[in-house]
């Protein structure tokens, strides 16, 4: 029983161009949702947040979207640059943090 | 200021035997909590500890047991492992006021043969 999903395993952009991770949820209990980065050899990083009260949330070239009546949430990047190659975590939370499987990201120069 | 750490980095054992994984976590942090990372998945939650309890756990066997330290540090334990025990374990860290923006550490790969 998946709660969190992402259907994208990969996606590939051009450099300066944006990307756009999407994610969507089954439970409506959560109430924060957030996204993290991993390269290989190393832990998630923690990116962004949001707050189930609010529909948008922006830090520098990072957006995070979400609709609550669609259960869906995405995260925006622009510019992407060749360092924002990554795997991409969406989690979301209500008492304890739920992963989604990850989307590959590979920002081509 | 010293982020997560873990060790070992990497691990094998047998089939049965049983395993100690360690965390310390980042400077400030008091709540640690522990993740399974199988291959092309996401982390799984094992459990977390606060004030040396575990506060939260999630869809794991008592095979899978854990203790925090007064210094906040702590371990997890697995005991008659698996095959399928074989995966990365991550650790991560946050201030109790810290709104699940967590650190994690790099990781213990673990190989169960």
């Known amino acids: 029983d998946q709660q969190v999903k992402q259907n994208s395993p990969s996606l590939s952009v051009q450099e300066g161009r944006i990307s756009i991770l999407n994610c969507d949820y089954t439970?409506?209990?959560?109430?924060?949702f957030l996204w993290y980065k991993k390269y290989p050899a190393e832990g998630p990083t923690f990116l962004i947040s949001i707050s189930s009260i609010k529909d948008k949330n922006e830090d520098g070239r990072f957006t995070v979207f979400l609709n609550k009546s669609a259960k869906h949430l995405s995260l925006h990047i622009v510019p992407s640059q060749p360092g924002d190659s990554a795997v991409y975590f969406c989690a979301a939370s209500y008492d304890k943090v739920i992963f989604g499987p990850g989307t590959s990201l590979s920002v081509i120069p | 200021d010293a982020g997560v750490t873990q060790s070992p980095t990497h691990l094998i054992k047998t089939r049965g035997q049983q395993v100690t994984l360690r965390c310390s976590p980042k400077?400030?942090?008091?709540?640690v909590s522990w993740y399974q990372q199988a291959l092309g998945q996401g982390p799984q939650f094992i459990f977390q500890y606060y004030e040396e309890e575990e506060r939260q756990r999630g869809n794991f066997p008592d095979r899978f047991s854990g203790h925090q330290f007064p210094n906040y540090s702590s371990e997890l334990n697995v005991n008659a492992l698996l095959l399928g025990d074989s995966a990365l374990y991550l650790c991560?860290?946050?201030?109790?006021?810290?709104?699940?923006?967590?650190?994690f550490g790099p990781g213990t790969r673990l190989t169960v043969t």
């Open positions: 991560a860290s946050t201030m109790t006021s810290g709104r699940y923006e967590q650190y």
């Open positions: 439970n409506s209990m959560f109430d924060y």
């Open positions: 400077s400030g942090h008091d709540t």
